[in-house]
């Protein structure tokens, strides 16, 4: 898992048992990819108990496409499919159509409405036609045997719903700051320290 994980140990990343601990309590989690695939830092947090205040923090301090992190079966229970017939994406970033849950949000977009579109993507019983396409949440799909099949963020996201017992659906933005550019390894570790997030 530490191989998988990327973790460099030469920095002050935390624990992987830190980063569990956290993420079972509803908390974020930042997972940083390696230098050499994306070099970029996700926020990471599961979607069961997302509030409208923690889907705002992670907009505000993300590019703003959030992303929905699920298996084939459960997209595919409510209705979605792959973005493209032809996936050239140079990392093999496993897109669905991007959705909004109907009941009970307005537009879509406010962080509210995006946490409860979260939500609803761990409530199986929610029928297909409860969800609108296209929409303002971007679900990812994840490789059946997550790190294992695919060392990205998508399947990091999915391995730790699977390792903490928790509902097998994450949210993931990818960090950026305010003038464009996005999140290194030291920018993300920084960024931990700040607001009390583990970082692995």
């Known amino acids: 898992i530490l191989i998988a994980f990327c973790l460099v140990t030469a920095m002050a990343w935390s ?5 569990l601990a956290a993420f079972k309590r ?12 994306e070099n970029e830092c996700d926020l990471v947090i599961a979607a069961e108990k997302i509030t409208a205040a923690q889907m705002a923090f992670a907009i505000r301090h993300s590019t ?7 298996d084939k079966g459960r997209l595919e229970r409510f209705g979605l499919h792959p973005a493209t017939g032809l996936n050239s994406d140079r990392n093999a970033t496993n897109f669905y159509v991007s959705t909004d849950f109907l009941p009970g949000t307005s537009t879509g977009v406010s962080a509210a ?25 971007f679900p990812l ?21 699977r390792l903490t017992g928790s509902m097998p659906v994450s949210i993931i933005g990818e960090l950026m700051h305010d003038d464009g550019t996005m ?11 700040k607001h009390g997030i583990p970082v692995i």
């Open 15 to 19: 624990s992987m048992q830190d980063a």
């Open 183 to 193: 999140y290194r390894a030291q920018d993300s570790l920084d960024f931990a320290q």
């Open 64 to 70: 703003g496409i959030i992303c929905v992190v699920a």
């Open 113 to 137: 409405d995006r946490a409860l579109t979260a939500r609803a993507f761990c409530d199986l019983s929610n029928p297909p036609e409860a969800f609108s396409k296209p929409g303002h949440m």
């Open 26 to 37: 509803g908390e974020f989690v930042l997972v940083m990819d390696s230098e050499d695939r």
């Open 141 to 161: 799909c994840a490789q059946p045997g997550g790190v294992l099949d695919r060392q990205g963020h998508t399947e990091s996201a999915y391995d730790l719903c």
